[in-house]
T-cell receptor, first 114, second 115 residues
Framework: AQSVTQPDIHITVSEGASLELRCNYS??????LFWYVQSPGQGLQLLLK??????LVQGIKGFEAEFKRSQSSFNLRKPSVHWSDAAEYFC????????????FGRGTSLIVHP | EPEVTQTPSHQVTQMGQEVILRCVPI?????FYWYRQILGQKVEFLVS????????KSEIFDDQFSVERPDGSNFTLKIRSTKLEDSAMYFC?????????????FGPGTRLLVL
């Protein structure tokens, strides 16, 4: 079965600084990978997803993520963080050969200092 | 933009009581899901629903849980006799199709507290 690890529970950055949120997955075949964001009082919103092809994926709100098979990682990046990016970020992995239900990580809480 | 809605946003109940969590999926979507997140833990899949029946469920979704689409718009999760460990945030989601390329759209969640 697939699994996801988000090693950072909290990340604090200053507004305007760059951001990288880590995500490592475990799955035997090519995974489907997702990043979701949850702002306070809101539902989970899909930022970006990877199924195949270019390993650098562009998403909404200026985010991108890079799939690195050799490292089993799918880290989320943003070159310049805005205060409105403060939220909970979830990485998820789906099994390409089985259930379509994604398995989520426990989330990383992003705190943005002015 | 269409969105998934959930009611109530918060619910407090006594252990052993029944609760019903309500969701209104996006209107043209066909697949519906419930997830939960216990505080500080991962978002966990509970159940998926299509064509008026459960299509997949997790080990968490035992006989205390049930889902229903009572009309053309609502999708409900019922917990028959709540336990303390049912305290969690419950998310509803919907999607037009069931393939991976199709995004699941999530609601804002219902925070359930069982006392």
């Amino acid at each position: 079965a697939q699994s996801v690890t988000q090693p950072d529970i909290h990340i604090t950055v200053s507004e305007g600084a760059s951001l990288e949120l880590r995500c490592n997955y475990s799955y035997g075949a090519t995974p489907y990978l997702f990043w979701y964001v949850q702002s306070p009082g809101q539902g989970l919103q899909l930022l970006l997803k990877y199924f195949s092809g270019d390993t650098l994926v562009q998403g909404i709100k200026g985010f991108e993520a890079e799939f690195k098979r050799s490292q089993s990682s799918f880290n989320l990046r943003k070159p310049s963080v805005h205060w409105s990016d403060a939220a909970e970020y979830f990485c998820a992995v789906g099994a390409s050969g089985g259930s379509y239900i994604p398995t989520f990580g426990r989330g990383t809480s992003l705190i943005v200092h002015p | 933009e269409p969105e998934v809605t959930q009611t109530p946003s918060h619910q407090v109940t006594q252990m052993g009581q029944e609760v019903i969590l309500r969701c209104v999926p996006i209107s043209n979507h066909l697949y519906f899901y419930w997830y939960r997140q216990i505080l500080g833990q991962k978002v966990e899949f509970l159940v998926s629903f299509y064509n008026n029946e459960i299509s997949e469920k997790s080990e968490i979704f035992d006989d205390q849980f049930s889902v229903e689409r009572p009309d053309g718009s609502n999708f409900t999760l019922k917990i028959r006799s709540t336990k303390l460990e049912d305290s969690a945030m419950y998310f509803c989601a919907s999607s037009p199709e069931v393939v991976y390329q199709e995004t699941q759209y999530f609601g804002p969640g219902t925070r359930l507290l069982v006392l």
